[in-house]
């Protein structure tokens, strides 16, 4: 059986904050300015690509893992190699909710809509897509849409999650301008990646702001001053000012996440703890 990380693992990995990132959304990690406000814990989530390293072929054991951590919630990335309904078996034995997937719309989705009902999701969303023209955007925009109302005729939500590139202007316009003036408000949210917010040089509260209210997930991912991925509480942005300055409409997931962990089970337990105790 995986072992969950030690008490001294954790508290080594928390570590002293980095030094201070000049870019919008980054200040001291712990967020200054204590208010009392905190992380719902039923909130918390953490996205299983983190983890893909200690999953290989046998989820269970990572599973069973981050519920004595303290998670009851999981995105997914994947069921690694079962159906939905093997995999939706599994997340039951050990009482986590897969509430949110990460799924490509180019398929089938009479298909996407059966697994995501069999993994009892409620969000799915289109994990990266890149186009080089904005002619492609226009067009990825419309089945994205399309998509959506798919899905809301099932029950389930649309989402877009973002990374850097859509941030930058392409032919005079941002690709994330394109899919939120192309999409329904109703029916297409966004789950803001904080960590690439911050690395495109925006500040995240104005995107929250922009796209008021469609904006229902983060993904909580802690940046260094170089840039390179951070568990949360060692890297540079500034939650604390984020979900207080965001706080008015209610985020229904902070999704825990590390491109590049050094250890996936200890970035598990980092990044648990640090929402869970965070006061802002």
Do not use: C
């Amino acid at each position: 059986m995986t072992q969950s990380p030690s008490r001294r693992a954790v508290l080594g990995a928390l570590g002293a904050a980095a030094a201070v990132a000049a870019l919008p959304g980054t200040a001291s990690a712990t967020g200054g300015g204590w208010h009392g406000r905190r992380v719902p814990r039923e909130s918390i989530s953490i996205q299983l690509y983190t983890l893909r390293g200690v999953i290989g072929d046998n989820p269970a054991p990572v599973l069973e893992a981050l519920a004595d951590i303290g998670y009851r919630k999981v995105e997914l990335a994947g069921t690694y190699g079962r159906t939905a309904e093997e995999f939706a078996k599994l997340l039951r034995k050990y009482r986590i909710s897969a509430t949110s997937a990460h799924v490509g719309i180019d398929g089938d989705l009479n298909k996407l809509v059966a697994d995501a009902k069999a993994l009892r999701n409620t969000y799915v969303n289109v994990p990266y897509v890149n186009y080089p023209t904005l002619a492609e955007w226009v067009s990825f925009t419309q089945r994205l849409d399309a998509a959506s109302k798919v899905l809301r005729k099932a029950g389930l939500k649309m989402g877009y999650h973002n990374h850097a590139h859509e941030f930058q202007v392409l032919e005079g316009k941002r690709p994330i301008d394109v899919i939120a003036k192309g999409t329904s408000r109703r029916d297409v949210h966004l789950e803001v990646d904080l960590y690439w917010v911050v690395t495109a040089g925006v500040d995240p509260v104005e995107v929250f702001r922009q796209n008021f209210p469609r904006v229902r997930q983060y993904h909580v991912k802690d940046r260094k001053p170089d840039g390179s991925f951070a568990d949360l509480g060692k890297g540079t942005i500034d939650f604390g000012r984020i979900f207080r300055e965001t706080w008015h409409h209610h985020v229904d997931e902070y999704i825990v996440e590390n491109d590049q962990p050094a250890d996936a089970l200890v970035t598990a337990e980092v990044g648990y703890k640090y929402l869970r105790d965070l006061r802002f």
